[in-house]
């Protein structure tokens, strides 16, 4: 027979390809890889050769289903060979496409095709089987394990969760239910993994890592068939105990244990994990040892390769701590930056290895004295911190890995500090904060971004699928990263200058960011001047331990609410005070003695500080801090908050708004039983309302509990203000009502509770909400929001994703923000609250300065109340002196 070559083919090679085609057509099995071993021996070109392999892979898929999981890699090399099908095989197109949307999803897993031209590739063959039920459920499925691979290699947890969960409908399909219940125990133990990943339960991860192996051996799948996302210290962890046991045991003993006498990469680096004994060896020969092994796995292409060269530089760094030398710290950074090399042109900072390789990249340079490019490169491994937190559409998920963002930067900074990088450290700083408000105001355009970049499908994907689709939001996010030039980009981190301009904009002294201690390094104050060069300020005793006076005071305050009896308030109040002196001994004082009063002769006011407070230094009333002579820090200096330098420099950038008489006034809503009644808020609103917002829709209910003839205060009454188009619904908000607040890892929510719209429902408007009602109306310009609500200064994500209702408002474009960090006395919250009004309208003092003089004026009982205080409220001044600390000092001042 003629084969274009005039080679002969071998005949009994033949023979035993045309006996495995009759076997498996005759419902047998067949040995496939010396199937493929017979076909290749066939000269190429040989008719036969492509007849046998389009025949088998027509077989294998049952006419165009999906091929059995244990032969999709064999399935995929049939495919490479049949280049031409018999007429006699009417299945063929169906069987191809089946064959070559699992080939693929292995290709996207292995990572040698990119997922967007396979899913282009996979839209084409679904729109040609489009009248083949049975192939376009295998094409589903197909493309089901490309995102589920995806989702894996940007670690996008919820994604991959939610993706797992969804693959019930096409496991029922299978008809060997047998088959069906392996693949479902696959698929359950699969989401236990990334459950107990998420929570970092290493000896369960362990346990479900061992099952899957049993799945796969049962599915007669190879174990390390599976993908794993985690990064290298806990695969390592997983691979074999927490802790090796490895005592008495030579080096060639352990890593006999270790790989069972199998040579495959992965059993390599277990076998080093466990000769590091978790990174803690001493011993010089095994630590080579296991070098070696890492050096040997990461030659082996695979999954396991670009975590072997991690390892490779792992490995040698804990050798030259152990010679106390940089020896061999040459070779581990050059590994590194080989392997981050390779990371950017694939997946860059989506890739979970990212913030390993680059932060060990940091330490190694640091440790060679080369402390620029030390500072690039943990600069760059928090970068994959911030794709995660606009990659997550599920905030509990995001939140651990925030946690450890800004802890990252925490610990970054210190050491640019140390190094005389302040601009460093202040972008080290920033990138770990508020990420998570960041991303929900990122995702509100997208789809006119999205368009704008030529993605007009996945656009109209995200109209009609929604956020929270499987994949769907990190496929956005890529496109925003790639049209920015990259995620440090997109973050839009500002420069030392930018915040300067900001500082003059709003006419601040200063913004300073409040570290605290860690075990290694003092805590600090970063100071950012309006002019002049930035400082460091060391602060050795700024630390949060269970043992000094913030533990108590942070246990207290989530404990506090109005609905205490005042004896239950005790505890409460006796923390704060021992806090104040706390606060003064610890930061404000060094900050004021040691830096501000360098140029308190040139500077005709006190300094105004905004102040970016750390981890829970966040929950700190700082202008409370009282020194020896029993004065407070409010009576010193001037003090607002900010998210970020970021947010603080956007909300600098806004033009001034107007205000006038005219806004929203709500006032104590009827909650249906949800909170208790606020008659002092009723008296403190009607009184604003006549003073200095006489024009201002008024809702809610009046001081004898009556409603408001302009309506009860409802949450929609609050979203068509928000909302308004034109200037004559005002540009002032005063909020005399309800917060509630809640920080749990899967209900957090901080919301404003009003009014219900209709019987049986809430009437709750939340963070999230407000941050999209006000993005949808870009024209509407809002110049002060006054929350006399409880809690709304406190976020619900985390410390330093300082996400509350009061940054909701911020980065919404409201241009000033006060809002409270406890439940302040009612009757306090209404003398203060009058006085605010009084001083910003009355006396035009900026916002900052008439909370500030407000404030002044509760915590010195002796000070002048101005005449125009109305009767009413006369005689709750006229004992203010019991007000205390816990009623002036829980108000912020944010924005402008």
Same mark, same amino acid.
């Given at each position: 027979m003629g084969n274009g070559t005039d080679v002969p083919a071998d005949p009994a090679a033949v023979a035993r390809c045309r006996a495995a085609v009759d076997a498996v057509a005759a419902g047998g099995r067949h040995d496939l890889p010396s199937f493929l071993a017979d076909l290749r021996a066939?000269?190429?070109?040989?008719?036969?050769? &492509?007849? %046998?392999?389009?025949?088998?892979?027509?077989?294998?898929?049952?006419?165009?289903?999906g091929p059995p999981v244990q032969l999709i890699a064999e399935t995929g090399a049939l495919l490479d060979l049949a280049d031409a099908a018999p007429p006699h095989l009417l299945a063929w197109p169906q069987a191809r496409a089946s064959a070559r949307a699992f080939q693929l999803a292995c290709q996207v897993q292995d990572r040698e095709a990119a997922a967007a031209e396979v899913v282009a590739e996979l839209d084409e063959l679904t729109t040609e089987q489009a009248g083949f039920p049975h192939t376009l459920a295998a094409l589903a499925a197909a493309r089901h394990g490309v995102g589920l691979s995806v989702s894996f290699q940007r670690g996008d947890e919820s994604s991959a969760m939610g993706m797992i969960e969804q693959m019930g409908p096409l496991i029922d399909r299978i008809g060997d239910e047998q088959r069906a219940a392996q693949l479902r125990d696959v698929r359950d133990t699969m989401a236990e993994f990334l459950r107990a990943q998420h929570t970092g339960d290493w000896s369960a991860t362990q346990d479900q890592l061992e099952r899957l192996r049993h799945s796969a051996l049962a599915l007669g799948l190879d174990p390390s068939a599976f993908e794993l996302p985690p990064s290298s210290n806990a695969i390592f962890g997983l691979l074999t105990d927490p802790m090796p046991d490895v005592d008495g045991l030579t080096a060639e003993e352990t890593v006999r244990r270790y790989t069972g006498g199998e040579t495959g990469a992965m059993n390599k680096l277990a076998a080093s994990y466990a000769l590091m004994r978790g990174g803690t060896e001493t011993d010089l020969a095994r630590i080579d040892r296991a070098v070696e092994l890492t050096k040997e796995a990461a030659a082996e292409p695979g999954p396991a390769q670009d975590l072997a060269r991690n390892g490779v530089a792992i490995n040698l760094w804990r050798r030259a701590e152990v010679l106390g030398s940089t020896e061999g710290l040459d070779e581990a950074r050059q590994v590194l930056e080989d392997l981050i090399r390779d990371l950017r042109g694939r997946d860059g900072s989506a890739n979970p290895l990212w913030t390993d390789a680059n932060n060990l990249l940091s330490q190694i340079s640091r440790r060679l004295g080369d402390h620029a490019a030390s500072g690039e490169a943990g600069l760059t491994a928090l970068y994959r911190f911030a794709r995660r937190a606009l990659v997550e559409s599920d905030p509990a998920v995001a939140r651990t890995g925030l946690r450890e963002a800004a802890a990252m930067g925490m610990d970054l900074a210190r050491q640019r500090v140390l190094a005389g990088d302040y601009a460093g450290a202040m972008e080290a700083l920033d990138t770990g904060r508020g990420l998570m408000l960041f991303a929900e105001v990122e995702m509100l355009d997208l789809v006119p971004r999205l368009r704008a $970049?030529?993605?007009?499908?996945?656009?109209?994907?995200?109209?009609?699928?929604? #956020?929270?689709?499987?994949?769907?939001?990190?496929? @956005?996010?890529?496109? +925003?990263?790639?049209?920015?030039?990259?995620?440090?980009?997109?973050? =839009?981190?500002?420069?030392?200058?930018?915040? /300067? !301009? @900001?500082? /003059?904009?709003?006419?601040?002294?200063? +913004?300073?960011?409040?570290?605290?201690?860690d075990e290694q390094q003092p805590g600090m104050a970063l100071v950012i001047p309006r002019e002049g060069r930035m400082a460091y300020l060391p602060l050795s005793y700024l630390r949060v331990r269970h043992d000094n006076e913030i533990e108590g005071y942070l246990t207290a305050l989530s404990r506090f609410s109005r609905e205490l009896a005042?004896? !239950?308030?005790?505890?409460?109040?006796?923390?704060?005070?021992? +806090?104040?002196?706390? @606060?003064?001994?610890?930061?404000?004082g060094p900050l004021?003695? =040691?830096?501000?009063?360098?140029? @308190?002769?040139?500077?005709? =006011?006190?300094?105004?500080?905004?102040?970016?407070?750390?981890?829970?230094?966040a929950a700190i009333p700082w202008q409370a801090a009282r020194n020896r002579e029993g004065a407070y820090a409010l009576e010193l200096a001037a003090f607002s908050q900010a998210v970020s330098a970021r947010e603080f420099c956007a909300n600098a950038a806004r033009p001034p708004v107007?205000?006038?008489?005219?806004?929203?006034?709500? &006032?104590? #809503?009827?909650?249906?039983?949800?909170? =208790?009644?606020? #008659?002092?808020?009723?008296?403190? $609103?009607?009184?604003?309302?006549?003073? %200095?917002?006489?024009?201002?829709?008024?809702?809610?209910?009046?001081?004898?509990?009556?409603?408001s003839p302009s309506g009860p205060g409802t949450a929609e009454q609050v979203r068509a203000w928000l909302t308004a188009d034109g200037p004559q619904a005002g540009a002032v908000l005063h909020l005399a009502c309800h917060g509630q607040f809640t920080s749990d890892e899967r209900a957090a929510k901080a919301v404003l509770v009003l009014a219900p719209d209709s019987p049986g429902t809430p009437g709750e408007l939340g963070a999230d909400e407000i941050v999209r009602l006000l993005h949808r109306t870009p024209g509407r310009r809002i110049g002060l929001v006054v929350m006399a609500a409880c809690h709304t200064g406190r976020s619900i994500h985390g410390y330093d994703e300082a996400y509350s209702l009061g940054t909701a408002?911020?980065?919404?474009?409201?241009?000033?923000?006060? %809002?409270?960090?406890?439940?302040?006395?009612?009757?306090?919250? &209404?003398?203060?609250?009058?006085? %605010?009004?009084?001083?910003?309208?009355?006396?035009?003092?900026?916002?900052?300065?008439?909370?500030?003089?407000?404030?002044?004026?509760?915590?010195?009982?002796?000070?002048?109340?101005?005449?125009?205080?109305? !009767?009413?409220?006369?005689? &709750?001044?006229?004992?203010?002196?019991?007000v205390g600390v816990a009623g002036w000092a829980g108000f912020v001042h944010g924005g402008h």
């Open positions: 066939l000269p190429a070109g040989h008719p036969l050769r &492509s007849e %046998f392999a389009a025949t088998m892979v027509t077989l294998l898929t049952d006419g165009g289903s $970049a030529g993605q007009d499908a996945l656009a109209q994907r995200w109209e009609t699928e929604g #956020p929270t689709a499987p994949g769907l939001r990190a496929e @956005a996010i890529e496109v +925003l990263v790639d049209a920015a030039g990259g995620i440090e980009h997109l973050l =839009r981190l500002p420069s030392p200058a930018d915040v /300067r !301009a @900001a500082l /003059r904009t709003v006419e601040a002294d200063a +913004l300073v960011y409040l570290v605290p201690a005042p004896v !239950a308030q005790t505890s409460f109040t006796d923390c704060l005070d021992d +806090l104040c002196e706390w @606060a003064w001994r610890v930061a404000i004021l003695e =040691r830096y501000f009063a360098r140029d @308190a002769e040139t500077r005709d =006011r006190v300094p105004r500080i905004v102040l970016i407070p750390m981890a829970e230094l107007r205000l006038t008489s005219t806004g929203l006034v709500v &006032s104590d #809503p009827r909650t249906e039983g949800t909170a =208790r009644d606020l #008659p002092a808020a009723r008296l403190e $609103a009607l009184e604003v309302h006549k003073a %200095f917002l006489h024009a201002a829709k008024y809702v809610g209910r009046r001081p004898n509990g009556s409603p408002f911020l980065a919404g474009g409201v241009r000033t923000v006060l %809002f409270t960090q406890w439940a302040i006395p009612d009757e306090a919250t &209404s003398m203060l609250m009058y006085l %605010f009004h009084h001083y910003l309208r009355a006396e035009k003092l900026p916002p900052w300065q008439a909370l500030r003089t407000a404030q002044l004026c509760l915590l010195r009982p002796d000070a002048p109340i101005p005449d125009s205080v109305p !009767a009413p409220l006369r005689e &709750s001044f006229a004992h203010r002196e019991h």
